[in-house]
């Protein structure tokens, strides 16, 4: 169901993104220098698809960032109760080794 759902959605995504590309093989100049636009210190002529692709790459390298720190709190919750977990096994299994070397039941004399 998983790889039915997964080419159902990603094979017109690529036919798109394929055909955006071919459509889209023109150099343009781009530049980060807003304050010359005519002679900018450095402009470099990629094809338009590279930059599309480009910016659509760093927005999700952003967000995946930007998730990632925001989800800290719950990966040191998680650590937190892992090592609370661990000292309450240990205590537990010493305290389970104590009770089976205290004979519980008393020996009955005659």
């Known amino acids: 169901m998983k790889r ?3 080419l159902l959605i ?12 071919i459509a889209n093989r023109g150099a343009v100049k781009v530049s980060f220098d ?3 636009p005519a ?3 450095f402009a470099i002529n990629v094809p ?6 480009a910016a659509v790459f760093a927005g999700l390298l ?3 960032i930007l998730a990632w720190i925001n989800q ?3 990966r040191k919750a998680a650590r937190s ?3 609370s977990l661990k000292q309450e096994q240990a205590k537990s299994s010493g305290l389970q080794k104590q009770i089976k070397s205290v004979d519980l039941v008393p020996a009955h004399k005659n």
């Open 81 to 83: 109760a892992t090592s």
């Open 48 to 53: 338009l698809w590279m930059v599309v692709f």
């Open 72 to 74: 800290g709190k719950w």
């Open 39 to 41: 002679t900018p210190w």
């Open 10 to 21: 990603g094979l017109p995504a690529a036919i798109i993104m394929i055909a955006f590309a």
């Open 4 to 6: 039915i759902f997964s």
């Open 34 to 36: 807003p304050v010359s």
């Open 62 to 64: 952003i967000g995946w």
